[in-house]
């Protein structure tokens, strides 16, 4: 580690739960690598005064901090400025500290997308199925549009993400070519149909994470076909109950380890300018990971 010193500027991971997070070996890594006079510490914020961390972060002129969830949404107001693709998303995981002014980004998607590219698939050839409404999902659905996926099939439960869920699909087919729609996650007749339709399916909420492994986020898998790309963002088991499920059926999967990876290299891209030695954090941390 290079010595600690005064001029030592601080970034951070807000969020609950953080202690799992692989974010300060990637980013410490990368600091050290590049001669960058930065640290990177997680911080769980389920008991924080979130108004008043953020001024204090603001106060002790951080470069910049990540957010997981449940912060990705809840942090907007009290940023200076969204990036265009944050404020399609209406979510935001990246802040970058610029003299006082917090911008605010989201490298989710387009992290997720480049960690496809290492399993060959084309998202622009076929339909997707997206689980979740949530800030990850939300940042996924944006960059698919983007990405050229004809359509879009965003599922989710009727809670608290469902009105995300129905103005992300207004807003990609005002914005882009792409045809999304809503389904209810209950209507299992419907989500079926949509997986049975699609080339790859997401799943982008939360279930099936540390530590209710136990859990898998659909009902009722006989959409499952041959060719069906099945990923989950979730890296906490490497392997949910949904991909060791898929993989039962013969189909190939990818959990959400490259996406952390491929996001932290657009944050660090986002923070500094500057590329993040990426293939040697994939070697070091990442890879026999999955
Ligand atoms: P979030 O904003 O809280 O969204 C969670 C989503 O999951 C919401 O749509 C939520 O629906 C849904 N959900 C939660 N519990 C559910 C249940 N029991 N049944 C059905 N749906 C349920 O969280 P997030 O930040 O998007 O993160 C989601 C997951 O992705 C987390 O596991 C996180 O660790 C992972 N992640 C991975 C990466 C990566 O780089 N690999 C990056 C970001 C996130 P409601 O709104 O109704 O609760």
Redesign the pocket.
Known sequence: MPEITGKTRLGCLLGSPVAHSISPQMYNYAFRKLDLDYVYLCFDTSKADFASLVGRLKEMNVFGFNL???D??RIIPYLDELTPAAKMIG?V?TVKNEDGRLIGHNT?GA??FRSLRCTGYEASRAPMTL????????SIAVQAALDGVPVLHIV??R????Q?AQRLAEVICRETSCRADVTD?ADTEAVTGCIRESGLLTN????G?TPAED?C?LADLSGFHEGLLVTD????PQKTLLLKKAEEKGLSTLN??Y??LY?GEAAFRFWTGLQMPTEEIKERYFDGKL
Request: glycine content about 14%; hydrophobic content about 40%; overall charge positive.
């Open positions: 997981t969830m449940p990705k949404e979510a995981n989710d992290g997720y689980l979740g409404a949530g800030g990850a999902a939300s989710n439960r809670g608290r993400s469902w995300q996650l982008a909420t939360s279930v994470m859990a986020p963002i979730i890296y906490h959400g380890m996406m952390l996001q």
